[in-house]
């Protein structure tokens, strides 16, 4: 009889099965028998596993109709003659001294040792310049970094990670029903592979007498095969999964920190069906399955996990939920002043802060039209849970593949208000703020208010308004009737030929219109335009006007960016999918572009080119300054560095011309000297942002060092050690909620 059975189910994986029968014939432990079972494989596979088999007796071929992987290592199971199990996937590898490791640590003083585990390597395969990678898992970093034996109960930590039971061995006397409960342990019998590790996994760990752990990782998980079983085509399937887990621990006496692990893999499950397997949670079927997940999930015991549990699972679970929106019930308002359009995708990391902030509006007789772009992920659901309770919010859906035209189409088509701004979703503004803004508009009556905390150009503006004869004078900012701020204006587009295009991308979307001046108009955002400022609208408007104001609010600010980046943590895996990489953020140069074909075709380029060369530069910058990938920077200096160039001409206009003075010496120093200085130029900025960086950590540091920081910190966790749990997970929630705000 043989020390260890190795169980390898095959199916149509020629291209790597002899790797994954190599690793095994070469084990430096030889006592084992390999039964490699065919699954109905229709490729090379047989062939391979006879000529193992001819060539070494203790591999043996078993031959059969496709059943799925969970019959499969059934049969396994049942012919086994070993003491100790094994199971292999046949795309994967291990090395040599796996079960000479592994068979090292079967006995124990505390009982009987079960499962053997050891940690495992993240295998890419290299292709396209990139050689072969190894990445640990995060189970490898979360374990004893010595060999420890446990129970379940007694640590949890293995219940959070990957089931990954082929990097263990298990008792085959355990498996058929020497355990706790007296069962026998086997596979669902599922067809294909269906993700039936997961209840194995669960039955295995919690029914272990002892589980001896190993620190080494002695198994190759490969990531880049394309028909590997982990890859999901039936959302069903991990619910299902789930569902039979869930049933299996209900009869079982375990621990809150395995209820917590477990609770954690349904997070994990429910965010790779939506997010990385990419299936629409707003699907009733869907969400009927993650519903039944977290109806069955203790909230007192989800709220106790925040020190575990990432921020937006906990954010998912409580808007899913419905429970963690503060808002504020109003009325539908028969005839609003303002209308606040706010353009969103895939925006659910900011827009509860958003929404809540606005909900809270008092004395501001507005509306809030959310226009969505089919986000994927849960910003509608928040949206309609808003759209409920504060009948001020409507909620247009378009779908993901709709320009930016038809969103801004569809917002114009929706607005009631006398007035409309558009404002970034990631942007929450003062109460105080926005009505300044619209008592200016009124007060002036203008077709177009852009407004912001001063005026660097109020010299140019003072000085035009008293060629129009206005009586204004260069005591006029400090006149008593501007003690809230100056207004300049109102201007024609004509009156301000040097300064109305620069002004359109400076303000962004600091503006308010008349409603009625947009839809008389019939304005369109070009396809180009971005949310952040809507740079073709804004000057479509600003050409047609005859009545533009400036406000200066220098008393009533209050604006914020409460967008968080995201950077996306899998190199070697974006090899294979598309990881986002959103901390570049969008840059609008395509839409500047746009516009200067826009004033060619009108024939009004002369008139408004110095507006708009300052408007081109300073867009081409931004653009530069945040691309952070050398790639990137080299992309898109060879997109635009030239057309722009040639556009600027900064040899004919030169430094004067020019309002943002560090944008031109910066675009000097890209251009004048070649790729020599656009080299220093790269350098300068690198130690720029390196010492950026410095001077934040060093901030974040005193932070931490406070007296009042460790004072808190020793308090809170002083309440988590005497305080019931109860409370515990109220004031959780409550430092949630406070972090998000």
Not at 5 to 19: G, R
Not at 266 to 277: A, C, L, M, N, P
């Amino acid at each position: 009889m043989p020390k260890i059975s190795i169980i390898v189910p095959i199916y149509n994986v020629e291209t790597y099965l002899t790797q994954c029968l190599e690793s095994i014939r070469v084990q430096t432990f030889r006592d084992w028998e390999c039964l490699m079972f065919s699954d109905g494989s229709k490729d090379g596979s047989l062939d391979i596993m006879k000529s193992f088999a001819a060539k070494d007796d203790r591999f043996k071929v078993i031959d059969k109709k496709n059943e799925g992987y969970g019959a499969t290592c059934n049969r396994g199971l049942e012919m086994a003659q070993g003491e100790w199990i094994s199971i292999i996937e046949p795309d994967d590898f291990i090395d040599p001294n796996m079960y000479a490791r592994l068979l090292s640590s079967v006995s124990s003083t505390q009982g009987t040792v079960d499962i053997i585990k050891g940690s495992y390597w993240l295998f890419y395969d290299g292709h396209d310049g990139y050689k072969d990678a190894l990445l640990a898992p995060n189970l490898s970093n979360m374990m004893p970094q010595r060999r420890t034996e446990f129970t379940l109960n007694e640590f949890a930590e293995p219940f959070y990670h990957h089931p990954s039971i082929w990097s263990a061995i298990y008792r085959k006397a355990f498996l058929n029903g020497d355990n706790k409960a007296g069962m026998t342990i086997r596979f669902k019998p599922i067809p294909g592979a269906g993700w039936t590790d997961n209840p194995f996994f669960a039955q295995t760990m919690v029914l272990a007498d002892r589980i001896s752990w190993l620190p080494g990782k002695y198994y190759y998980y490969r990531q880049t095969n394309p028909g590997a079983s982990s890859l999901l085509k039936d959302y069903r399937m991990p619910f299902d999964r789930l569902r039979e887990m869930r049933a299996f621990l209900d009869t079982q006496d375990i621990s809150d920190d395995v209820k917590h692990a477990f609770y954690s893999r349904e997070f994990d499950y429910i965010t790779s069906v939506i997010g990385e397997f990419g299936f629409d949670d707003k699907d009733e079927e869907i969400r009927s399955l993650i519903r039944e997940v977290f109806d069955s999930m203790n909230r007192k015991e989800v709220l106790l996990m925040l020190g575990r549990l990432r921020p937006e699972f906990v954010d998912y679970y409580l808007d899913f939920m419905g429970e963690s929106y503060e808002i504020h019930p109003h009325e539908r308002p028969a005839a609003p002043e303002l209308s606040i359009v706010l353009l969103t995708k895939n925006s659910r990391s900011w827009i509860v802060d958003a929404f809540e902030a606005y909900s809270k509006f008092k004395n501001l007789p507005c509306e809030f039209v959310i226009v969505d772009a089919g986000s994927q992920d849960s910003t509608v659901t928040v949206a309609r849970q808003f759209e409920v309770r504060d009948k001020r919010f409507t909620v247009k859906e378009l779908p993901s593949d709709a320009t930016m035209t038809e969103l801004v189409d569809a917002a114009l088509n929706a607005v009631r208000g006398t007035y409309t701004m558009f404002i970034p979703s990631h942007f929450v503004i003062g109460e105080k703020t926005l009505r300044a803004a619209l008592a200016g508009a009124r007060r002036t009556g203008s077709d177009i208010a852009l407004f912001d905390i001063g005026n660097i150009h109020c010299d140019y503006l003072i000085e035009k308004l008293i060629d129009k004869g206005y009586g204004a004078s260069e005591s006029y900012m400090d006149a008593p009737e501007n003690k809230r701020g100056p207004i300049y204006g109102p201007f024609a587009a004509t009156d301000i030929p040097e300064l109305v295009m620069a002004v359109n991308r400076d303000y962004s979307w600091h503006k308010v219109y008349n409603t009625a001046f947009l839809k008389n108009h019939d304005f369109k955002a070009n396809e180009h335009d971005i949310t952040d400022n809507l740079l073709g609208l804004g000057a479509q408007a600003l050409l047609a006007t005859e009545s533009l104001v400036f406000l200066d609010l220098k008393t009533d600010w209050e604006i914020r960016d409460i967008q968080r980046k995201q950077v996306g943590g899998a190199f070697w895996l974006s090899l294979e999918k598309i990881i986002p990489y959103t901390s570049e953020p969008d840059m609008d140069i395509e839409s500047v572009l746009a516009v200067g074909k826009v004033l060619h075709e009108r024939g009004v380029y002369e008139t408004f080119e110095k507006g708009y060369l300052n408007m081109l530069l300073s867009s081409f910058m931004f653009g530069l300054q945040t691309r952070y990938m050398p790639e990137r920077i080299t992309e898109f200096l060879d997109t635009y560095l030239d057309k722009v160039a040639a556009i600027l001409d900064i040899d004919k206009h030169g430094a004067m011309y020019f309002y943002d003075t560090d944008a031109f010496n910066n675009f000097q120093k890209i251009t004048f000297g070649g790729k020599r200085t656009l080299d220093l130029w790269l350098e300068e900025r690198a130690l720029g942002d390196e010492d950026g960086i410095f001077w934040r950590d060093k901030a974040l540091e005193d932070i931490h060092r406070s007296a009042r920081f460790r004072i808190g910190e020793n308090a809170v966790n002083t309440m988590k050690r005497f305080a019931p749990s109860s409370l515990v997970a109220t004031a959780q929630e409550k430092a949630h909620l406070l972090k998000r705000g």
